[in-house]
Structures are given as C-alpha cells and as structure tokens.
C-alpha cells in the first residue's frame, strides 16, 4: 500500500509536470520534445514526457547521471568535454521545446574537480541553451529540481528553508511580474546608462545593449516572436546583455552565492574597460579564481543585468533565487548567448546585489533594497 506522503509527492509530481508542459510551454499537438535530466529528477522527467504525450508530442529524453558526470571530472580525457556533442546540437534544432530539469543531485563532486573541466561541462549546457534559443525553441530551464538536500548540506543551508523559498517564489502570478517588469523595461529602452553605488565600496558604471527580457515563466508565441523563448522556474526577472567592454569601477557583493559547490562571500570585483582586473573573496575565492583562470571567451567580462520583480521573494539564501528578489539585481560574468547576446564563454557567473542605488540613466529604480518606479 502507498503511504499518504508517497501519494502526495506523486499528486504533486503530477501537477508540476502539467504546469511545465500545459501552462508554462503550451505544447502542441505534433510538437517535438527534449527532456534532458538527470537521475535524481527521472520521476519528473518521466511524468512531464507522459504530459507531453498527452498533448499529441513525441519526446526525447536524454539522462545524465551523477556517476557519469563524477567519472568525466575524474578520468574522462579533456577532449570528451571540450565540444558540445553535435547530435545535442542537432538535436535541439530540430525541436519545438526543450525542458531542462536542473542537477546534479549533489554539487559537492564539483569542488574538488578539476575547474577546467568543470567549465567544459557546463560550457555544454550553456550552448545547448543558447542553440535553442537561436532557433526559437521554447525552453524552460527548471532550477528548482537542483534544491535537494545534498545541495542544501553542501552549502550550508536549510532544505526546509530552500524549499519553503522556492514554493513561495512559484506563488507569484504572471499579471504582478509583468506589471512590474514592464516599469523597468520601458527605462531600459530609453536609457543604456547604468550607475551602481554602495556604502559598502560599490561604484560601477557600464552599458547595456540590445533588448531586455521578462521572464514570467510562460512562454507563447507573442514570446516567440520576439525570441524571448527562454524562462526559468520560478520565474520573475527582467534581463538584458551588457556591452562587455563597458563596466568600469567596482562591485562589492555582501550576500553570498552558491557556485560550483562552493559558497562565495564578500566578493569585491574591479572592472577597467569590461574585464575583471582585480577580484577578492572572504570565501571561495580560489573557486572564482579558478572560474577566471579556466574559463574561455569573456569569462572575466560583465555580460548580464537582471532585475528581480516576483514579489513572492522576499529571503537570500545565497541562490539562484535570489535573482527574483524585487530590490535586487543580478550582474553576470561569461555568456550571455542565452539572451540573444553575442559574448561567449563557457563560464555564466552570477551573483545579486541588494544593497546598492541603481539607476538607469537619471532615474534611481532601487534605493534602501527597494524598488522606486
């Protein structure tokens, strides 16, 4: 006999897989589905590709393992990870929409490998993203399947807190961050200026470039059109690339950010002409160091800005949630291919700050971690 909390995990299993394929993708009879997953996720996996059958889809799906990926970092040669497999390429070309479930289980088996390769392995995601974004596949990057408790241990964290954050995050309507979003974007489009400052030592100046993005989590073909095909769940963010030769002065984050299973805190980054020229951590310094050393392209280069808008946010836990906090914002090192941008790396650092004034041209839209339009 199932016991209740099996059946409840199940119902809600069930659930998420429908929002995934019926409200956030809105698949289509005879549509082409790619599942990439990892062993932790399968039952999700398996639950959203029967949704998709459901609605007359055929699916793909592709299965990475935590015991594959700790044997590539530990003995695989260098060139089994330096190119994105073609067929991945191929593949997610051919498709209508992708669906990523976020991984690995346990990010610790990242510390201690070499960054090198680190940086190959998710150099490869990045450009499967940024390939189906090219070709207008409607793609949705689930980053709340990474929030296990391996992943909570390995920084530190309360899983119930994680957990409790990201639920609350998932509450926020499609109406109250596009309504928010729609205040920043529409300075976005009339001023390319930013200016950042803090008590804390922040001054940075630099230029965006190109469109910005409103990631509410739902992707039509209003969406498509645009090639705003790329959505996070949760969602709430407003994205835009950086002219990567823009940024100068420098940055200090005070919240701390989960990279690589390593927890990076009180970074200070120094910018001249758009490349990182001088970076200092409390914690995970070596990590970062690494990520600059390693990388490839405009790993040390600003590339991305991101506003939080889902007012469901409200608690930093050092994560990738806590780009959706409205009064924060979110710059990027690396790649920002996946946002129609043209920098390319396989590194796509990010960290959030919340402490700073932010405006865009003469307008302030943040002050005291708050949003002023």
Same mark, same amino acid.
């Given at each position: ?22 409200? #956030?993708?809105?698949? !289509?009879?005879?549509? !082409?589905?790619?599942? +990439? ?7 999700? #996996? ?64 990242? *510390? ?8 190959? #392995? ?36 309360? +899983? ?34 930013? +200016? ?10 630099? !230029? ?9 989590? %739902?992707?039509? /073909? ?15 963010? %407003? ?17 701390? !950010? ?20 001088g970076n200092r951590a409390l914690k995970g310094e070596k990590t970062i160091?690494?990520?600059? /050393?390693?990388? *490839?392209?405009?790993?040390? /280069? ?23 906090i409205p009064g924060s914002i979110t710059l990027g090192l690396g790649a ?14 990010? +960290?959030?700050?919340?402490? #700073? ?8 839209? %943040? ?7």
């Open positions: 006999m199932i016991s209740i909390d099996a059946k409840r995990c199940i119902q809600m299993t069930m659930a998420l897989a429908r929002q995934i394929i019926r409200d #956030a993708l809105r698949v !289509r009879d005879q549509e !082409r589905v790619w599942i +990439h997953t990892w062993d932790h996720t399968l039952d999700l #996996a398996q639950e959203v590709a029967q949704q998709a059958q459901l609605h007359g889809a055929s699916v793909t799906l592709t299965l990475m393992t935590e015991t594959l990926l700790s044997h590539i970092l530990k003995k695989a040669p260098q060139e089994a990870v330096t190119t994105t497999p073609a067929h991945w390429l191929e593949g997610v070309g051919k498709s209508d929409v992708l669906v990523v479930l976020d991984g690995p289980n346990d990010p610790a088996l990242f *510390k201690a490998a070499d960054k090198g390769k680190v940086l190959y #392995a998710t150099g490869q995601l990045i450009q499967l993203l940024s390939t189906a974004v090219s070709n207008r596949v409607r793609t949705l990057f689930v980053r709340s399947t990474a929030f296990t408790e391996a992943a909570a241990k390995a920084y530190g964290l309360s +899983h119930s807190a994680l957990i409790q954050e990201n639920n609350h995050c998932m509450s926020a309507t499609q109406s109250a961050i596009i309504n928010l979003g729609n205040r920043i974007k529409a300075l976005l489009s009339k001023h390319r200026e930013i +200016h950042l400052s803090s008590s804390e030592g922040t001054d940075l100046r630099f !230029r965006t470039r190109g469109r910005s993005f409103i990631d509410d989590g %739902i992707i039509d /073909q209003d969406d498509v059109q645009i090639r705003n095909v790329l959505a996070q769940m949760p969602a709430g963010s %407003i994205s835009i690339p950086v002219d990567p030769t823009s940024a100068e002065g420098t940055v200090v984050f005070k919240w701390p !950010r989960a990279y690589l299973g390593d927890t990076i805190e009180n970074l200070r980054l120094d910018f001249k002409k758009g490349l990182v020229v160091e690494g990520a600059l /050393q390693s990388g *490839k392209g405009t790993k040390d /280069q600003l590339t991305r800005l991101t506003f939080g808008i889902n007012e469901k946010a409200t608690t930093n836990l050092g994560q990738p949630l806590d780009e959706l920002n291919t996946f946002l129609g941008g043209s920098s390319h790396s396989n590194v796509a650092y990010s +960290h959030t700050l919340n402490d #700073a004034i932010v405006s865009i041209g003469p307008t302030a839209v %943040i002050m005291d971690e708050k949003l002023t339009i």
